[in-house]
């Protein structure tokens, strides 16, 4: 079946837009993450869903980020008045349930680029 | 805190040679799982190989085994008879709760021909 998909591939943007990433998720895995892959570290976790509710949002690095998840599916993760240090990859991840039993599938991120 | 190593940032092995990547992680929780991932160019994560803390035996999916030393709080990953496709970013990860990864920040493999 398909894997995670995850749109646009690549972003460039100029400082102080607004982005729009997109995430599908393998069908009828309720629980969804975002993390945020920085040049030179790991993963960095941003936000949670399980089903459209958003139980953990610590990771959230400020206010101008932001996401949703609508129908138990498709995610955005909106980043307002991008700056310079948002330049990442942004991985989603999707697995059948919240508990550690469950492997993550990970889609192939969003490399955005904030000029 | 909980905290994953990786204290090699890069390495490099000769086709058909074995490899080892370092890992070594810090919780206070007991009952935990611990991932190797692979990143290739691609970008595309993908499971390596799976540990249950539990389980005092070494998981191994054929030329990938791990050395899990739950005292020490280390998990190696070997690579045995490397592959050229074996060339990317490897990451080792845990969870030590339910649902959030914690990484390290990768080593790069590197196979040479």
């Known amino acids: 079946g398909a894997g995670v998909s995850q749109s646009p591939s690549n972003k460039v943007t100029e400082k102080g837009k607004d982005v729009e990433l997109r995430c599908d998720p393998i069908?009828?895995?309720?629980?969804l993450y975002w993390y945020r892959q920085s040049l030179g570290q790991g993963l960095e976790f941003l936000i949670y869903?399980?089903?459209?509710?958003?139980?953990?949002k610590s990771g959230l690095p400020s206010d101008r980020f932001s996401a949703e998840r609508t129908g138990g599916s498709v995610s955005t993760l909106t980043i307002q008045r991008t700056q310079q240090e948002d330049s990442a990859v942004y991985l989603c991840?999707?697995?059948?349930?919240?508990?550690?039993?469950?492997?993550?599938?990970f889609g192939p991120g969003t490399r955005l680029t904030v000029t | 805190a909980q905290t994953v190593t990786q204290s090699q940032p890069e390495m490099s092995v000769q086709e058909a040679e074995t490899v080892t990547l370092s890992c070594t992680y810090d919780t206070s929780e007991s009952n935990y799982y611990l991932f190797w991932y692979k990143q290739p160019p691609s970008r595309q994560m993908i499971l390596v190989i799976r540990q249950e803390a539990y389980k005092q035996q070494n998981a191994t999916e054929n030329r990938f085994s791990v050395n899990f030393q739950k005292a020490a709080k280390s998990f190696s990953l070997k690579i045995s008879d490397s592959q050229l496709g074996d060339t990317a970013m490897y990451f080792c990860?845990?969870?030590?709760?339910?649902?959030?990864?914690?990484f390290g920040t990768g080593t790069r493999l590197k196979v040479l021909a």
């Open positions: 869903f399980q089903g459209n509710s958003a139980p953990d």
């Open positions: 991840a999707s697995s059948l349930g919240t508990s550690n039993l469950y492997e993550q599938y």
């Open positions: 990860a845990f969870i030590p709760g339910t649902y959030k990864y914690i």
């Open positions: 069908s009828g895995h309720t629980a």
